[in-house]
């Protein structure tokens, strides 16, 4: 904020400027981040298979 206060950009606007910025970013890391916690991403995929390899392992043991 101080280096675009030197730059002739006034404190007040820059300021804003560094929050529009800070802001902008906010939003992308929270649209990011609810994106990557959607129930279908937290779905145990990889346990499930390994459910299901480890019933047809013991299914097939019991035999």
């Known amino acids: 904020m101080i280096a675009?206060?030197?730059l002739g950009l006034g404190a007040g606007w820059s300021a804003l400027l560094v929050g529009?910025?800070?802001a902008v970013l906010g939003v992308i890391l929270l649209r990011t981040?609810?994106?990557s916690m959607a129930?279908?991403?937290l779905a145990p995929d990889r346990t499930q298979e390994q459910l299901k390899r480890d019933v047809n392992v013991i299914k097939e043991?019991?035999?």
């Open 61 to 63: 043991q019991a035999r």
């Open 39 to 41: 129930p279908s991403e």
């Open 4 to 6: 675009l206060a030197r």
């Open 20 to 22: 529009v910025v800070v």
């Open 33 to 35: 981040g609810m994106a």
